[in-house]
């Protein structure tokens, strides 16, 4: 079963502009991951945030959790066409059991 | 470099065979696991391993097979009781389950003859 929903399910901006992703969850978790997808390959890690921090920043990205509303946002800022792909997130709930959601296709346009 | 390689890329199946697809991991991590992906949907686990001979079923685990003789080694084998297996497999593993992030092996893609 699926835990993580995302949404919106495909997005297609032009380079140079924000991406907004946003994950919904329906229990408690210990930490959300966000992974990304590239067509035809595997996943891969691009952070991990924990049930009691509220954003976290890696480069280009920019991950927020509200535990309240149990919602996590992926930002990248300043996209480029290389960041084209699936991306996905992944709660690791209090059973220690982990769900990815159906992921978001984001598609830049150069 | 570490990371996770799976073999073969590519892979089809006839009616009524068992095909084996391959994981092997350099990263020295105690944990891996085989997910299914089928198109336009997230992963689904399928079984996974917290150490050598050692691993649990997971959400579909129903017409899979898998062992873990060797810390980097978790074959999976698709049977002839799974009747619906054209997907792309992804294998992973971690340090700790669950709680550090996977890496992620780049696939197979089963299909049937």
């Known amino acids: ?110 | 470099d570490g990371g996770i390689t799976q073999s073969p890329k590519y892979l089809f199946r006839k009616e009524g065979q068992n095909v084996t697809l391959s994981c092997e991991q350099n990263l020295n991590h105690d944990a891996m696991y085989w997910y299914r992906q089928d198109p336009g949907q997230g992963l689904r686990l399928i079984y996974y391993s917290q150490i050598v001979n050692d691993f649990q079923k997971g959400d579909i685990a129903e017409g899979y097979s898998v062992s873990r003789e060797k810390k980097e080694s978790f074959p999976l084998t698709v049977t002839s009781a799974q009747k619906n297996p054209t997907a792309f497999y992804l294998c992973a593993s971690s340090g700790v389950r669950w709680v550090q992030p996977q890496h992620f092996g780049d696939g197979t893609r089963l299909s049937i003859l």
């Open chain 1, 1 to 110: 079963s699926q835990q993580g929903e995302e949404d919106p399910q495909a997005l297609s901006i032009q380079e140079g502009e924000n991406a907004t992703m946003n994950c919904s969850y329906k229990t408690s978790i210990n930490n959300l991951q966000w992974y990304r997808q590239n067509s035809g390959r595997g996943l891969v890690h691009l952070i991990l945030i924990r049930s009691n921090e509220r954003e976290k920043h890696s480069g280009r990205l920019r991950v927020t959790l509200d535990t309240s509303k149990k919602s996590s946002s992926l930002l990248i800022t300043a996209s480029r066409a290389a960041d084209t792909a699936s991306y996905f997130c992944a709660t690791d709930d209090n059973n220690n059991d982990m769900r990815f959601g159906a992921g978001t296709r984001l598609t830049v346009k150069p």
